[in-house]
């Protein structure tokens, strides 16, 4: 290992972030290493947050969210384990070759680095209101906020129907709230999955009592102190007691500007197929990487819990390799997420959109228990489960390697094989 590899900075305390701290370790680096996280809550799991988390099951509602099982990443004694400077409540304010720069409790601070991991992910794009029951859903705060608003017979009003949005209203629909979904795109998930597929997702939520809005949008939000309805784009309104929305995010890089790190037109980091940024010991992860896969024609940049900790992995992994002068290893995985709703699991391994093939290899749609595979120029690009766990998981191996639509068909056993 070069000898000037003596203090390493992760910057981003989720799980992109911890996750490469713990692989640091557990690849051999015994050095300085500083953890700083812009939240004043110790690393916790976010996905529980728009499904569990909401609706109380398996906790107590009156007891805080901060600190329950539910949403520990890994119990305290094991994060302390580590030995990580943990610098939490801080916010990255600039960065140098040699220097991050910080703001926090301890005021700013100059934190020196030999490596550097870049994993500050990504904040919820707020609707342009000031309205009070207005909420967006990416923290342990904002969680907070949403589920002590939740209340049977109340109205919600959901915009944006991505995965957050659509657990957000099953979530609600379980508590006994009204529920009104809107989507500004022709079927919801246009950017995940292939809008044959869409549409099922969307049925679910209209046979469980979800009034379904797709091809409008949100043109203002009224109330006198806090909303009271939410008025569309075709010159309807919508009751509303509460609104949760999930209208995409921003990038948390503007810390990056003019540092040295290369940024693209939406603020992802440009990284290379090891997880490099343009400063060479630089690395980012998670949510702000953008990095060339081969199997998926060009750079991707995934906001899934599961690459967050993949690549927080290979990056750790991949600067000390760049540190010792040994042979670093691309990063190329499967992108796998999963979804509840209504009791129904949904897992989606690879790209499901866009796709030019979607045939449906077990069950049906109108059982709601299926596994599609989608394609596209003539290869396997992607696979879908609804309630179909075990058999939607043993496709992955299709998914790992470059497989034709002929040859996925055929170990499905939808078609022969030629």
């Known amino acids: ?11 981003g305390a989720g799980m992109a972030g911890l996750h490469t701290a713990e692989a640091l370790r557990a690849h051999g680096y015994e050095g300085r290493l500083t953890l700083v996280g812009d939240e004043r809550h110790r690393p916790y799991s976010r996905p529980p947050l728009s499904k569990e988390a909401l609706t109380g099951f398996g906790m107590d509602q009156a007891e805080p969210l901060a600190g329950h099982r539910l949403l520990q990443l890994r119990e305290e004694t094991v994060v302390d384990a580590l030995d990580l400077d943990l610098r939490l409540g801080s916010r990255a304010v600039g960065l140098d070759t040699e220097i991050v720069t910080v703001e926090g409790p301890r005021g700013v601070e100059r934190l020196r680095y030999d490596g550097l991991v870049i994993a500050t992910g990504a904040r919820a794009r707020r609707p ?37 949005g659509a657990e957000v209203a099953a979530g609600a629909r379980t508590v006994g709230m009204d529920v009104t979904l809107v989507e500004a795109a022709p079927t919801p998930l246009t ?30 939000y009224e109330g006198s102190d806090r909303v009271e309805r939410v008025r569309l784009s075709d010159g309807s309104t919508v009751e509303a007691s509460m609104v949760v929305a999930g209208i995409g995010v921003h990038l948390n890089t503007e810390w990056l500007r ?16 090891y997880s490099a940024t343009s400063l060479p010991n630089v690395y980012a992860v998670g949510d702000l990487a953008n990095w060339p896969h081969p199997r998926y024609g060009g750079r991707i940049r995934l906001e899934h819990w599961t690459n967050a ?3 927080g992995e290979i990056a750790a992994r991949n600067l000390l390799a760049w540190a010792s002068g040994q042979e670093r290893t691309p ?11 209504y009791k129904m699991k949904v897992q989606l ?17 109108e059982d709601r228990k299926f596994v599609a595979f989608f394609g596209r120029d003539g290869m396997l690009t992607g696979v879908l489960g609804l309630r179909s766990t075990p058999r939607t998981m043993r496709y992955r191996g299709l998914l790992e390697k470059p497989t034709s639509w002929e040859e996925a068909l055929a170990a499905a056993g939808a078609v022969p094989a030629r």
């Open 128 to 164: 342009d209101t000031d309205l009070a029951g207005v909420h967006v859903l990416r923290t342990l705060d904002d969680a907070e906020q949403v589920r002590t608003a939740f209340a049977p017979g109340g109205h919600l009003v959901v915009v944006g129907a991505g995965f957050v």
């Open 258 to 273: 003019g540092s040295g790190v290369k940024l693209l037109d939406d603020g992802a980091v440009a990284c290379d197929e």
């Open 1 to 11: 290992m070069r000898e000037n590899l003596e203090e390493v900075v992760v910057v």
């Open 331 to 341: 990063f190329t995985p499967v992108p796998y997420f999963w979804s509840d709703q």
């Open 191 to 220: 950017r995940v999955v292939d809008p044959r597929v869409g549409e099922i997702l969307t049925d679910l939520h209209r046979e469980n009592g979800v009034d379904v809005r797709v091809g409008v949008s949100v043109t203002g």
């Open 349 to 365: 391994l690879g790209q499901g959109a866009p796709a030019d093939e979607v045939t449906f290899v077990h069950g049906s749609p």
């Open 309 to 311: 900790g993949e690549q």
